[in-house]
């Protein structure tokens, strides 16, 4: 049921592998020829958050802009800020961004009732009947929930989750399982938990990565309009419009290597550097340049804050070429609950923008 992602570069939809400029290739050769090792994949509890050649952790520094990149971006918002959406404390007694937990084996498989179910893998799901929600128990949001199984190093995500009966079961809008050993997608036209049929937790920035020195992935991020079609690896549409001037789900953009980072506060500085380096994948509707990460106590607020110095002109879309984006056969309008976003503790959500 599932496709496989080509090994080690990105691909455009109907199109071959994509060549990038000399310095690195996805192979990782340099340009004197001599092979370099592949950098190990980032990691969770001892799994893999997906192979070293995935897109999400695949450097996208490299890669040429896309042809339409300056209309893309100005479709997201040139002037617009980037908004991290994730931080410490608390936004209406819940944690700021998307939260995760950590099971081992012995923890119970519960029964998940979904709205769509024919978009959803079925499970049983090890979601422990108090697992953390996005914006928290009595959120009217997204309410993700997300589970990483370290015993089978496997991702269970849940979109507009709510427990039944104590936490014995769960009703969910969809779900989606992902082995992160591999390279699998979802079938073509399917959604996940997220409204580009993506998995949310490799796009979310962690403090343990940023207080290591470096994240090495890519991010994940919103845009207030997107258009009906797709780029692998999102497998998805949520909008009723084609206007080529829109983004494409599974849009792959860049903070520009012009863009200088050096006057950030640290955390600020790490985020913005992998934003040069692995970029960001459009994964949802919502509020410009909303950047995703996982709740953490030793974020500093103010210094994430920081990052809204940097703006949407400061970014560009690289190939593959979103012009030859994946239209889907069965087109739907758009779901209107792929458009609910939490408020944000430190910016209002744009005019217009549902969140």
């Known amino acids: ?132 929600i996005e914006g928290g ?26 427990p039944l009966a104590g936490g014995r079961a769960w009703q969910a809008g969809s779900g989606a399982i992902f082995d992160l050993r591999t390279n699998a997608l979802r079938p073509r036209g399917w959604t996940s938990a997220d409204a580009a049929g993506l998995p949310i937790l490799p796009g979310l920035a962690r403090y343990d990565e940023v207080a290591a020195g470096a994240i090495r992935h890519a991010l994940r991020f919103t845009a207030p309009r997107t258009r009906s079609a797709f780029i692998p690896p999102a497998r998805h549409e949520a909008s009723g419009d084609a206007s080529p001037s829109l983004p494409p789900m599974g849009l792959r953009v860049r903070l520009k290597s012009s863009v200088d980072i050096r006057g950030l506060p640290r955390q600020a500085r790490v985020v913005a550097q992998a934003l040069k380096t692995y970029g960001m994948l459009l994964a949802d509707n919502g509020s410009p340049w909303y950047v995703g990460g996982a709740p953490d106590r030793h974020w500093d607020n103010d210094a994430l804050h920081a990052l809204g110095r940097l703006r949407g002109g400061d970014f560009e879309a690289v190939d593959p070429n979103p012009q030859r984006a994946t239209q889907p056969r069965v087109r739907r309008q758009p779901k209107p609950q792929w458009n609910r976003r939490q408020p944000s503790r430190f910016h209002a959500p744009a005019p217009g923008v549902t969140r």
């Open 1 to 132: 049921m599932r496709a496989l992602i080509a090994a080690a570069v990105l691909v455009a939809a109907g199109a071959g592998a994509l060549s990038v400029s000399a310095g690195v290739d996805a192979a990782g050769v340099g340009a004197a020829g001599k092979p370099k090792p592949a950098p190990a994949p980032p990691q969770i509890a001892g799994c893999p958050v997906f192979p070293a050649a995935n897109p999400w952790n695949q450097r996208v520094d490299r890669l040429p802009v896309a042809t339409n990149s300056a209309t893309l971006i100005r479709s997201i918002g040139l002037t617009a800020a980037v908004h991290p959406d994730f931080g410490s404390g608390t936004y209406d007694g819940a944690p700021i961004g998307i939260p995760y937990t950590v099971v081992g084996a012995s923890q119970p498989r519960v029964k998940v009732r979904f709205d769509y179910a024919s978009e959803s893998d079925r499970g049983p799901y090890p979601v422990p009947p108090h697992a953390p």
């Open 137 to 162: 128990a009595r959120s009217s949001g997204d309410r993700h929930v997300l589970v990483v199984d370290r015993g089978a190093c496997k991702l269970y995500e849940l979109f507009d989750a709510h």
